[in-house]
């Protein structure tokens, strides 16, 4: 049985920092795919980033300011997020799926969903 459980979320203001942890288990996690969604209140489900054994992709409203990095030895995915904006704020989902070419920022290509975890950005 495949589980991911996000930690590391909370409130910050603008400027500050926060860095999201998914930790998995049931998977082939060094040939999986991994990824970061997020979803704000009315907003659909949008892809943040995702990686696989030697690629990532990023939106482009993340660009510059969060890094997606995985520590096998672990089974653990991490995103780093800096310069945090007002609208960064959303909860927060790590994804998983089996290998992939190109890592995707497609929510349909991930089979596999932790239970979410909230990012609060405000002054």
């Known amino acids: 049985q495949v589980q991911l459980v996000e930690s590391g979320g909370g409130s910050v203001q603008p400027g500050g920092s926060l860095r999201l942890s998914c930790a998995t288990s049931?998977?082939?996690?060094?040939?999986?795919?991994m990824g970061w969604f997020r979803q704000a209140p009315g907003k659909e489900r949008e892809g943040v980033a995702s990686i696989n054994s030697i690629r990532t992709t990023y939106a482009e409203s993340v660009q510059g300011r969060f890094t997606i990095s995985r520590d096998s030895a672990k089974n653990t995915l991490y995103l780093q997020m800096n310069n945090l904006k007002p609208e960064d704020t959303a909860m927060y989902y790590c994804?998983?799926?089996?290998?992939?070419?190109?890592?995707?920022?497609?929510?349909?290509?991930?089979?596999?969903w932790g239970q979410g975890i909230q990012v609060t950005v405000s002054s």
């Open positions: 994804a998983a799926t089996g290998s992939c070419w190109i890592p995707s920022l497609s929510a349909a290509v991930f089979g596999y």
């Open positions: 049931g998977l082939t996690y060094s040939r999986a795919c």
